[in-house]
């Protein structure tokens, strides 16, 4: 029997698709599993695993990652497993049998290929081919490959001599040597390839940590050798062409650094501590902004309004939320759907994070006196239509940026508050007339970012009595919904979360709201006033992306905060 008429037979197709896929097959030259899956009849991951059961061929899926011998995996370089679509995965005892997970186990020329590569006779199994690209990511990129070329560098330097004080001039010298260099850049593509937004480099009294922040979670590092430490710090501060002399004061600075395919900027900020100088550098992707609004993570009506609101010529737009909440991120991508040839974009910020082409972007200078209200104030000059105003932290900044918005221009901005209808009570306590603010705000967007349960290792799980008393589910919605937890797995380096994505609370401020804001209403009648008009809080969005199968629970609770305790 042949594959199509199995599929048949398995009622996974019928006789009409069968036809149309012969068709297609006389053009285009492909088996009949991939012209299915382009044909959008079944996904990659059940034509590997119909495929698996026809020609009993075992089927290797992101559950047995596990499994591979990391050893034999290296036995092919990356150029080959990419070319071929396949990975070793391990090998017998004496070597002569190499198991090899591959996209296509008919392939008798690739077959051929890999076994004189490995001098060893193949066991093929079966892996489908959006797998596969993890598969390699796991191999060639994963902590396992990173973390062992670390701890080879700090063992040999460990093995060559004891630490001993190095003067300045001699530390500037250990920072270009080649062991050195290498953990640096190796640390670096560790954390890029990982998705870490920042390092932390932290000298202790007798050692040193290194951690990174990954989905807004410190994880260790391998820290180097007490004899580089030093060393380190100062190739740190090289690259980012800070004064390696100074470490009584904290320094800034900046560099730029490809890691793979991506080109990244790293800012960089040294403290001096009672143990020496601790370095933190956030590392920005600027290919991690969406360059369209739709990727961002809006509910579609919400989508819709945020799109409407945007295009408003004048008025101010707030995005709010504590630190690394994924406001920038927001902001930009609102900027990429206004950028325009027939408008001025200018941008106010403190640091500029990623460079945007198209648009004017000021970097804030407080030493030389140009501060956000001085560099608001010659934007306004410039003629511009839309303003971005990386913050809001002081009256006179405030008092200009409610100007600019009722002279004609869209202002974008950030606060520091713990949700939308709290920005409107601090707007007054900071001095603003209410009838003011009433006239001039047209959205307050409050946000927090949460990790996502990794995909390949969740698994259901049961609510205990405290989650269900916090969440406050009718029984019946508890009972008629899956809730999952991640388990860890090497997709996601153990942790059980892959990814982050935001939720959002949105106060649009229309005529009732805003004759809330005259009255001088207090933050739970305004916030009762939005719930009436449909605009659910923070603690709402992230509900529904838990009965959706997103969140876990307790990433929930560790995020948003509910009014009754």
Known sequence: MRFGEWLIEKAWIDEA??????????????????????????????????????????????????????????????????????????????????????????????????????NASLEVMIIAEEEIARAVDVIYHG??????????????????????????????????????IRFVDLMLNQAVQ???????VEPQETSMDIRMRVDGQLMKMVPPSRKMQAAVTTRLKILSQMDIAER???QDGRFKLRAGSKAVDVRVNSLPTIYGEKIVMRILDSSSIPNNIDGVGFEPKYLEIFKKILQQPHGIIVVTGPTGSGKSTTL????????????????????????????????????????????????????????????IRDRETMDIAMKAAMTGHLVLSTFHTNDAPSAISRFVFMGLEPYLLASTLNLVLAQRLVRRICDYCKRPVELDEAARNWLKLPEETIRNTTFYEGVG??????RGYAGRFPIFEFLVVDNTIRRQIIAKASELEVREAARSRGYGGLMDCGVQALLDGKTSVQELMSVVYTDEV
């Open 194 to 200: 990982t998705g870490a937004s920042d390092i932390h």
């Open 17 to 118: 698709i069968l036809e149309e896929a012969l068709e297609i097959q006389k053009t285009e030259k492909k088996r009949l599993g991939q012209i299915l899956v382009s044909m959008d009849v079944i996904s990659s991951v059940e034509c590997a695993q119909l495929l698996s059961e026809f020609f009993d061929v075992p089927y290797f899926g992101p559950e047995h990652f596990d499994d591979i011998d990391m050893d034999v995996a290296w036995k092919l370089n990356e150029l080959v497993a990419q070319r071929y679509s396949l990975i070793a995965v391990s090998e017998s005892e004496d070597g002569g049998v190499v198991q090899v997970a591959m996209t296509d186990p008919l392939n008798v020329l690739t077959i051929d290929t890999i076994s004189a590569k490995l």
């Open 332 to 391: 930009y991508s609102a900027l990429n759907y206004l950028k325009d040839p027939r408008k001025n974009i200018t941008t106010v910020e403190d640091p500029v994070e990623y460079r945007l082409g198209g648009i004017n972007q000021v970097q804030v200078r407080s030493d030389i006196g140009l501060t956000f209200a001085s560099s608001l104030r010659a934007i306004l000059r410039q003629d511009p239509d839309i303003v971005l105003l990386g913050e």
């Open 143 to 180: 902590k396992d490959l990173a973390e062992r070329e670390l701890r080879d560098i700090v063992e040999l330097e460990v093995e060559t001599g004891d630490y001993e004080e190095e003067e300045e001039e001699v530390q500037e010298a250990e920072a270009s040597r080649a062991p050195v």
């Open 248 to 250: 009584r004061l904290p």
């Open 489 to 494: 797995c090497p997709l996601c380096n153990d």
